[in-house]
């Protein structure tokens, strides 16, 4: 047993390494968590020369999310070839349909023509399993050093600043001048480190969701669409969360359907169940057909920020950002369910802010805070600031919004397209009537009108 | 034997199980799209060989057969502690079989002096069983299969293992250089810490041989691999007769019936 390297026929012997390097401040930057917004904070120290490490706790970014809707991808789109993705179908219509309990709908569609053409609007549905491995490859591609299976458990300080994370690995310590936290929407991490507070229940929303595999072909034929178009279809009233405040959604995918409902953790801590409420939804006369015969191949469910800018925590500490979900930034205003273009936006930024102030040696909050302020400048804060008013205006007017309103629309539209002996003016008259005595009366209508006119501005 | 024993530890790459579907209209396996893993079992391998270097001292090194993506398997097992790697790669191995897939693992092991050589029970994706005893096979050397555990003895120069046998167990010593295959389960596989894992996936490089290095280029590939598939077939769920009985008493009368 002679252990000499033989280098017999000149074979090239392994090169044996027992001891394992320490990579503690080999990296510039440690980004928690590789969905977008860690991805884009990644990416953009990368192509900044950072030497950057993202520790991702799925097998593959992607893995552990349960999104199920459409992607806005007018940052993406500045930071990558956005034509090689894996992208679902394009948004060609979007509709919003309000739902009573007793089986009405009303919906308005809208199918502009320019949504057809390139770049499409910038709105896509992907499957972010797929979407984010790829998202995550070009950070790879640009030098970026993914570890996945690996979850982050807490933060290394030096005094009061971040110096570090520690993982739930063996060895799992490893310091780094700048920690991103972009751990999305369950920030179990910056929490527990106080760089921001448990978010309050009215803050956050559930979500659950569920996805259908149909043909193609059927989901063309159902939906109305072409080639690579796709529909985002919004529910509102209380034939889409009952009891609850909040709304659903079916987003169409190449072979499958999404479907779910979110709406505030506060209803659900009152009893209405996730699940009840998603049956209640998919049992809808109006939503029913859309996935008949569809076969169910995942189930999940989430949590989704919804403080709007009140609720965001400070965005750099000593050491530290915080990006994405983890910092609130999703807007959840009933038109419009959109966190993915923020997280990009706030990776990008974070991104930009973190190389600069390395470039000055430097990582405190003070240098970082350049982060803070081009966020605040984009529309990411502005639209989060601009809706702040909506999610207490609609609770306030639950009863109206979700359960009087959609009834007396289809009772309007019931008396306006009556086939009877009257006259239509009478139709019109009485289905005025079931509108205004709806809304309070004239008074009453002016008044909810003036509450929800931000809501087009 | 105060430098230790050389461990040479057979990893294989398959097609994560959890994503294999087989196409119920031809009867192949879906493989393609499945992202490449390391084969169950050889975790506990590497488990063993590591523990293994842990009580005699040594090395251990992981070798693969493969194409070249094989290599991130080579990380997996380097990750966890393995101390290098070898990529076994060429054209010539393609369509091998048992057979020559068994004569380059075990001719590599030879090239590296291994005095240990081990493997999984078997692979998720052919689940043969035949390579471990093929390495031991062609190389003449003890083998040791459906081994629980392994005790070293390394002053004898022998290794004892525990092997699973029918009612009970056996404990086999062995003598150097021999071939251990790890039942499945027979261990808890350690998590690579988290600096070893960097490594393993950013500085680590396996070196690559190829068939004509092992001087077994006429040897492997498909020309040389004796098995023949015949054809594939999906084997239908059987209909089970039902019977509900409403009581423990009508369920006992139609036991009785029916023994
Ligand atoms: C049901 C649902 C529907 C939605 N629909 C839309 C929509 O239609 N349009 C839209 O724009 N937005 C939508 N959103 C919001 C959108 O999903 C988020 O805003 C977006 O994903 C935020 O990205 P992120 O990178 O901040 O977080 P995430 O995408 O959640 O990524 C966080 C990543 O961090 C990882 N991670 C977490 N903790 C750790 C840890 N401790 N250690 C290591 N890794 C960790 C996770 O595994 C994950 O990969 C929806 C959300 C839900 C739940
Ligand atoms: C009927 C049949 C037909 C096949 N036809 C083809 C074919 O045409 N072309 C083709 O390419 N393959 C083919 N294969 C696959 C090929 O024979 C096997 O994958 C390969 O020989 C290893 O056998 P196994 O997976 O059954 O290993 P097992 O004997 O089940 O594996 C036991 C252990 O041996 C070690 N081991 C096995 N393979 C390797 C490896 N490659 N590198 C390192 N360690 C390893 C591992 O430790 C593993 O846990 C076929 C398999 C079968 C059953």
Redesign the pocket.
């Known amino acids: 047993m002679s252990h000499e390297a033989t280098t017999a026929g000149g074979l090239q012997r392994p090169d044996l390494q027992t001891e394992t390097p320490n990579y503690d401040d080999a990296f510039d930057a440690v980004v928690v968590g590789a969905g977008l917004a860690g991805t884009a904070a990644a990416l953009t120290m990368a192509r900044d020369g950072l030497d950057v490490l993202m520790l991702e706790r799925g097998p593959a970014p992607g893995t552990k999310n349960v999104f199920g809707g459409v992607l806005y991808t007018p940052t993406i789109r500045e930071l990558v070839d956005i034509d090689d993705a894996p992208l679902e179908r394009y948004i060609a219509e979007k509709r919003f349909s309000i739902l009573s309990s007793d089986g009405d709908e009303t919906a308005i569609s809208m199918r502009p023509g320019a949504w057809r053409d390139d770049p499409h609007n910038d709105s896509y549905t992907v499957l972010r399993r797929r979407f984010d491995e790829w998202f995550a490859k070009q950070a790879v591609d640009a030098g970026v050093t993914l570890v996945t299976e690996t979850t982050v458990t807490g933060l290394l300080r030096d005094g009061g600043a971040v110096v570090g994370v520690t993982t739930d690995r063996p060895d799992g310590e490893i310091h780094a001048p700048v920690v991103v936290l972009a751990e999305g929407a369950n920030s179990l991490v910056s929490e527990g480190a106080d760089l921001k507070e448990r978010p309050e229940r009215d803050a956050v929303a559930v979500s659950v969701k569920e996805v259908f595999k149909l043909d193609r072909d059927t989901i063309d034929d159902r939906f109305r669409l072409d080639g690579d178009a796709g529909a985002a279809y919004q529910y509102f009233g209380e034939g889409a969360v009952g009891e609850a405040v909040g709304g659903g959604f079916v987003y169409t995918n190449k072979r499958s359907v999404s479907v779910g409902v979110v709406y505030r953790v506060e209803d659900a801590a009152a009893g209405q169940t996730p699940e009840a409420t998603l049956d209640a939804f998919e049992s809808h006369p109006a939503v029913a057909p859309l996935i008949r015969g569809g076969r169910r191949i995942e189930y999940s469910a989430h949590v989704v920020p919804e403080g709007g800018a009140r609720a965001m925590p400070d965005l750099v500490h000593d050491g530290a950002v915080v990006v994405g979900d983890a910092a609130g930034l999703v807007l959840n205003s009933g038109v419009h369910l959109e966190g993915t273009n923020m997280a990009v936006e706030s990776g990008y930024h974070a991104g930009k802010a973190i190389a600069a102030a390395l470039a000055d040696d430097r990582s405190d909050a003070e240098a970082l805070a350049a982060y803070t302020r081009d966020l605040d400048q984009s529309f990411v804060v502005e639209n989060l600031r601009h809706y702040d008013w909506f999610q207490r205006t609609i609770a306030a007017d639950r009863q109206f919004l979700f359960e009087d309103l959609p009834r007396a629309l289809a009772s309007a539209e019931t008396e306006y397209f009556k086939m009877d002996r009257t006259s239509k003016d009478e139709h019109t008259g009485a289905a005025r009537d079931h509108l205004v005595a709806a809304a309070g009366g004239w008074f009453g209508a002016a008044k909810r009108a003036w509450r929800f006119r931000r809501m087009l501005s | 034997m105060n430098d230790g024993w050389n461990i040479v530890v057979?990893?294989?790459q398959v097609p994560d199980a959890d994503d294999v579907t087989i196409d119920p209209d031809t009867g192949t396996l879906n493989r393609s799209d499945a992202p490449a893993v390391l084969?169950k079992?050889?975790h506990n391998?590497v488990e063993s060989a590591l523990a293994l270097r842990d009580a005699v001292g040594g090395t251990v090194t992981a070798?693969?057969?493969?194409p070249p993506p094989a290599s991130a398997v080579l990380q997996a097992a380097v990750a966890a502690g393995a101390d290098g790697g070898v990529l076994?790669t060429d054209r010539a191995f393609?369509?091998?079989?048992?057979w020559p897939?068994s004569l380059a693992?075990a001719r590599a092991a030879e090239e590296l002096d291994a005095d240990v050589v081990i493997?999984?029970?078997?692979?998720t994706?052919?689940?043969?069983?035949?390579?471990?005893p093929?390495i031991a096979a062609h190389n003449g050397w003890a083998q040791l299969t459906y081994t629980e555990s392994l005790d070293p003895r390394p002053d004898e120069g022998v290794l004892v293992g525990t092997r699973d046998v029918e009612g009970g167990y056996e404990r086999v010593a062995a003598a150097l250089p021999v071939v251990v295959?790890m039942v499945f389960g027979a261990n808890d596989p350690r998590p690579a810490g988290l600096h070893r894992k960097i490594f393993a996936e950013t500085e680590f490089e396996p070196v690559q041989w190829t068939a004509a290095d092992l001087d077994i280029e006429d040897r492997v590939g498909?020309a040389n691999?004796p098995?023949k598939?015949g054809g594939m077939d999906t084997a239908s769920p059987v209909e089970r007769e039902r019977t509900r009985v409403d009581s423990v008493e009508a369920l006992y009368d139609h036991l009785a019936e029916v023994l």
């Open positions: 057979c990893v294989k084969n079992p050889d391998a070798i693969t057969m493969g076994l393609g369509g091998s079989d048992t897939t693992l493997c999984g029970e078997e692979s994706d052919s689940s043969t069983g035949q390579v471990p093929g295959a498909l691999s098995t598939v």
